[in-house]
């Protein structure tokens, strides 16, 4: 079975581009989240979504950012514009009812020049 | 002050030890605890979860203190293999979840 799959893998883009970064959480799932990864500030949980609704966006940093799920299968993160201090691994995961075990997509490792 | 945190480490230990991470919440919110385990470059992954009777899973051992809101992971006859960074999680009854900064652990021929 695939598991989360995130694209791009990384994506360099200079200062006030837009960047979107893609998620496909695993089949079957309901649960899909979206964190950060710094040295600097560690794993940080920007926004959560349950059957393609957000319900906890408190951990997006400011307005350039934005998450959707249009469909059950499918969710973009976007930075406009993408500032150097949004390089970052992004990652996506996701999870079923229980919420035991989120599993993880490999992450997009993003550089903001 | 961060909702989770844990010591930095660096862990550096020989093949064989037993090492222990500990890790403290401030949410007394928080419902359900995990340790996850990141290698380096990688995603996390799921190791256990962590039950107030404490369970095991063969050379690991998690631990939670509700009282003290507090957990540990205890790791027996340590393996080069365990060499990662190990992530001390929360998570609410809203599913929010917390990640502590992570353990880095290094264990030595």
């Known amino acids: 079975d695939a598991g989360v799959i995130q694209s791009p893998r990384h994506e360099v883009t200079e200062m006030g581009q837009e960047v979107t970064l893609r998620c496909k959480p695993i089949s079957g799932h309901d649960y899909l989240f979206w964190y950060r990864q710094t040295m600097m500030r560690g794993l940080e949980l920007l926004i959560y979504?349950?059957?393609?609704?957000?319900?906890?966006d408190s951990g997006m940093p400011e307005d350039r950012f934005s998450a959707k799920m249009p469909n059950a299968s499918f969710s973009t993160l976007k930075i406009q514009p993408s500032e150097p201090r949004d390089s970052a691994v992004y990652f996506c995961?996701?999870?079923?009812?229980?919420?035991?075990?989120?599993?993880f997509g490999p992450g997009t490792r993003l550089t903001v020049l | 002050r961060k909702e989770v945190e844990q010591d930095p480490g660096p862990f550096n230990v020989p093949e064989g030890a037993t090492v222990a991470f500990n890790c403290t919440y401030s949410?007394?919110?928080?419902?359900?605890f995990f340790w996850y385990r990141q290698d380096c470059r990688k995603e996390p992954k799921l190791l256990m979860s962590v039950y107030s009777s404490g369970n095991e899973d063969g050379r690991f051992t998690a631990q939670l203190n509700r009282a003290s809101q507090y957990i540990s992971l205890l790791i027996r006859d340590s393996k080069l293999s365990d060499s990662a960074t190990y992530l001390c999680v929360a998570k609410t009854g809203g599913f929010k979840t917390i990640f502590g900064a992570g353990t880095r652990l290094f264990v030595k021929a």
């Open positions: 979504f349950n059957n393609n609704v957000p319900i906890d």
């Open positions: 995961a996701s999870t079923g009812t229980s919420g035991d075990t989120q599993y």
């Open positions: 949410n007394s919110a928080s419902q359900s």
